[in-house]
DNA sequence: TTGATATACAACCATATGGTTGTATGATAT
DNA sequence: ATATCATACAACCATATGGTTGTATATCAA
């Protein structure tokens, strides 16, 4: 899921379906680059389970996750809890030197 | 960064190294991989400001960086934010149409 | 039915990535 | 002074990644 936001396309295609849906053509019209090679990053997202795809006629409606999104928010803050924790750790072993 | 938190090992470094410092050889004792194959790791983490090193004597202390860490959650919540965002828009819309 | 549209997918290519081994260098201990 | 330890770095290799073009298939419009 990191790697698929390591992509500076796929994170503005997530940034671009979060909380409404766009089709894959409608998406690959502001890049540069092939329909093929957006397919392939909507793709990625997908297989990350950072969006889903909902077919609507000819179309395929691209779909941001947020609850994904979610998730990898709680992996980054649970980082910072070790490090709130190893601090805590730290100052309790500096007050008890303190306090003999 | 996104790319740097991408590979396991160096999530496991990286989070080893949170709120603490363990040197170079510390860190790699503890993984089947090669010295090099960490140095590297190390490397990438450190270009992605997520560690600093500090020299001391022959050692080199590996550092978590937590501000880094937490730019990248913002980044994440701001994702989010666009989420609630285009959701409160949409709540608006049809609450227009409720009063109509 | 025919043509255009939206997508899927395979084959291919260049470069990046994650690993290896080997060599070099600075610091420590004897 | 010398051996050892911790690190740095280059060269190399296999596979992954991000892109391309080409072909096939399903849907919509005329």
Excluded: C
Aim: glycine share 8%; charged share 30%.
């Amino acid at each position: 899921m990191f790697r698929a936001l390591a992509d500076p396309t796929r994170r503005d295609i997530f940034e671009r379906v979060i909380g409404r849906g766009l089709s894959v053509s409608t998406l690959a019209h502001d890049y540069e680059m092939s329909f093929a090679a957006v397919q392939k990053h909507v793709s990625v997202l997908e297989r990350a389970a950072l969006v889903t795809k909902e077919r609507h006629g000819r179309e395929q409606i691209v779909h941001g996750n947020v609850s994904t999104l979610r998730r990898a928010t709680e992996l980054l803050k649970a980082f910072e809890e070790i490090w709130i924790g190893r601090a805590t750790r730290i100052a309790e072993i500096l007050g008890e030197k303190g306090s003999e």
